[in-house]
């Protein structure tokens, strides 16, 4: 064979291979959704035949720019609406908005009547930005879906969300729904696009005439209520409740009202409308988990037992959050054996730390502290991910039994692998604080502190110790300062802060933040530094009323027996 005919060789074995493309792409277009009148009378010639195979070979080559260039032109030149479609396809592959929307252009132009066309073509213009152009197109997008204009203008806001400006989207929203305004959908657009502007009047306006066209559609009287718990929660549990005594099958408003009544912490009545759910159907999983989950939390344990079992029978979601609960249920209950068997049962994941914790400290309170000990380290076995909590908690119990040198060394000895762990700082810290050494509590909260900069209660643990030894009283006020500024409203920062005042002498000043670091957590030891404010100001009634209802409350705190006794021997 000559040099000179190798090229023809080449171009005739090119062809072969690419006649199946091009027939696959021919395929393509004659197939798009339109009959065939209205489509232009086009043969396959050899350069269209060229440019699809040329455009078709570079988009499986991933060549997107090429592929969108040859479809473009050859779109121009054949007016086809099927080759426009592709062209815009390609070029929006390609990060050619600027290709895209010409090409979608043209296809809306050759196929006014294509709700297609008219989509792709608003997408690419809301995308630019260009909202007047949009706009015509928007409205004869609506025109075009006929009897299905109502789920259309559903959806004209998410069509609308990028673009930034929410009034001129309201607007425009507004002007685009005038064609239609004895439909209830146009009413609910216009009341999404005051809401996304930040006009809740106007929604509750559109809202409530989208109500009046269509009574008993739950999506209106939803919208309408989550726009009034922004401002006012009974008000939106009150148009719940009517449209309830309305129409009492409205699953959807019923689960709304029964989240919302749980979000006001109304528990009672919120298991109410959860059993009315489940009465109507024994199934649902949601319902079931509910009813369980509130009868818990109203102390109803039968019922809350049975709930659980009941989900573990439909065998939906995760099986682990009812034996977790199940335990509970069984420890609250006086069933030791039964509570660690459920907790047993509770494999890797969300609830498994819980369920392990639980039951090593149900075998320590039965005196079994090895046992659960064990517990606590076959799970850090079975899921690393959570070594140091269980550490931790391990270390808690050995602490709770007594055993504080050894709660010590078990976290000492876990540091000394990972010395700049947080967690392992933070609490070996708070052991080493116990057994006096005071020594190394400041190494390893400065170095805490050094370490996570805004840990507030690392300053707090710090602070409140120097105040504590009567050290430094200076640094230790800093430190309690920093702790407040970083966490303002933490009730044992506020007690620290309290402290350190009234060790610098400052009873008037202390007793505010011992009085507000009570009135929101209860503790002994708050109550303890409290009554001896209290009393070294000469309010020993108010002392003596303060330490007695904390001693009732915790009778064997010694911090507070001790303070009690060093001014009532």
Not at 9 to 25: D, E, H, N, Q, S
Not at 195 to 216: F, H, S, V
Not at 292 to 318: H, P, T, V
Not at 357 to 366: C, F, G, M, N, T
Request: without cysteine.
């Amino acid at each position: 064979m000559s040099f000179a005919a190798r090229p023809l060789a080449r171009l005739t074995l090119a062809f072969a291979l690419a006649m199946p493309l091009a027939a696959a792409a021919q395929s393509e277009l004659a197939a798009a959704e339109k009959p065939a009148e209205n489509l232009p009378n086009l043969t396959l010639t050899p350069q269209i035949l060229y440019q699809i195979l040329l455009a078709e070979i570079a988009d499986g080559r991933g060549d997107f720019h090429l592929a969108a260039g040859a479809y473009a032109d050859l779109a121009q030149s054949t007016r086809d609406p099927r080759i426009a479609r592709r062209a815009a396809e390609i070029a929006i592959y390609a990060r050619e908005p600027e290709t895209a929307l010409e090409m979608a252009k043209l296809w809306a132009k050759i196929d006014p009547d294509s709700p297609q066309a008219r989509q792709m073509l608003v997408g690419l213009l809301l995308v630019a930005r260009r909202f007047d152009e949009a706009t015509p197109h928007l409205a004869k997008l609506l025109a075009l879906e006929g009897d299905r204009v109502g789920d259309a203008l559903l959806r004209l806001n998410y069509l609308l969300s990028r673009y930034p400006d929410k009034a001129a989207a309201a607007l425009l929203v507004d002007r685009l729904t005038k064609p239609y305004e004895n439909l209830a959908e146009a009413h609910f657009a216009r009341a999404q696009a005051e809401e996304n502007a930040g006009n809740d009047a106007r929604a509750l306006t559109e809202i409530g005439r989208a109500k009046k066209l269509r009574p008993d559609w739950q999506p209106a009287v939803l919208f309408e209520a989550q726009i009034l718990q922004k401002s006012d929660h009974a008000k939106a549990l009150d148009v719940l409740r009517r449209y309830l005594d309305a129409y009492p099958k409205a699953r959807q408003v019923r689960l709304a009202y029964a989240r919302a009544l749980v979000g006001e912490k109304q528990f009672a009545e919120a298991r109410r409308e959860y059993s009315v759910l489940l009465d109507a159907n024994k199934d649902d999983p949601e319902a079931v988990y509910a009813v369980a989950l509130l009868s818990l939390q109203l102390n109803d344990l039968a019922a809350a037992e049975s709930g659980f079992k009941r989900l573990l029978d439909l065998d939906i979601g995760d099986v682990n959050v009812a034996r977790y609960y199940l335990g509970q249920i069984a420890e609250q209950g006086k069933r030791p054996e039964e509570a660690l068997s459920w907790y047993e049962k509770v494999t890797p994941g969300e609830q498994y730390l819980a369920a392990n914790v639980r039951a090593a400290a149900l075998l320590a309170k039965q005196g079994k502290l090895e046992a659960g000990q064990k517990i606590l380290q076959q799970a850090a076995v079975a899921d690393p991910s959570e070594r140091v909590p269980l550490l931790i908690t391990e270390a808690q119990l050995l602490s709770d039994a007594g055993r504080t040198a050894d709660a010590f060394r078990l976290l000492d000895d876990a540091l000394a692998a990972q010395p700049e762990q947080p967690e392992l700082l933070y609490e070996t810290a708070m052991l080493a604080d116990k057994l006096g050494r005071f020594d190394v509590l400041e190494r390893n909260l400065r170095l805490l502190i050094k370490l996570q900069p805004d840990h507030a209660q690392a300053y707090n643990a710090l602070g409140y110790s120097l105040a504590e030894r009567n050290l430094d009283l200076d640094e230790a006020q800093r430190l309690i300062d920093k702790a407040l500024a970083l966490s303002p409203d933490d009730a044992f920062i506020l007690d620290s802060k309290g402290w350190v005042l009234y060790r610098r002498g400052d009873n008037n000043g202390a007793l505010g933040y011992l009085q507000k670091a009570y009135s929101q957590r209860p503790d002994p030891e708050i109550a303890a530094h409290l009554g001896e404010v209290l009393w070294m100001l000469g309010r020993h009634e108010e002392a003596e009323k303060t330490w007695n209802a904390a001693i009732r409350a915790h009778p064997g705190n010694a911090a507070l027996a001790a303070t009690i006794k060093k001014f009532k021997p």
